[in-house]
């Protein structure tokens, strides 16, 4: 359950708090904020490039973050 909840952070932060446990209720804001931020970041890939790139940098880099948490997270539940 700590690396699936892990790998669903990453990918869509927030849903990893909400099959975790540990945060659901920011859970649910922050995928949803992540829907947003990836309806931009898609929208702006043709338009403007080089602001895309910079967008998929951030993105990617709060993903990580998120993913490290929700795993961190985990490992108190068990302890």
Request: no cysteine; proline share 5%; charged share 15%.
């Given at each position: 359950?700590?690396?699936?909840?892990?790998?669903?952070?990453?990918?869509?932060?927030?849903?990893?708090?909400?099959?975790?446990?540990?945060?659901?209720?920011?859970?649910?804001?922050?995928?949803?904020?992540?829907?947003?931020?990836?309806?931009?970041?898609?929208?702006?890939?043709?338009?403007?490039?080089?602001?895309?790139?910079?967008?998929?940098a951030s993105?990617?880099?709060?993903?990580?973050?998120f993913a490290?948490?929700?795993?961190?997270?985990?490992?108190?539940?068990?302890?």
């Amino acid at each position: 359950m700590r690396w699936a909840a892990t790998i669903a952070n990453f990918f869509f932060p927030g849903l990893g708090y909400i099959i975790g446990g540990p945060k659901r209720a920011l859970g649910v804001g922050w995928l949803l904020g992540a829907f947003g931020l990836t309806y931009v970041e898609l929208s702006i890939k043709e338009p403007l490039p080089n602001i895309y790139w910079a967008m998929f940098a951030s993105v990617f880099l709060m993903n990580t973050v998120f993913a490290i948490d929700v795993y961190k997270e985990m490992g108190k539940l068990k302890a």
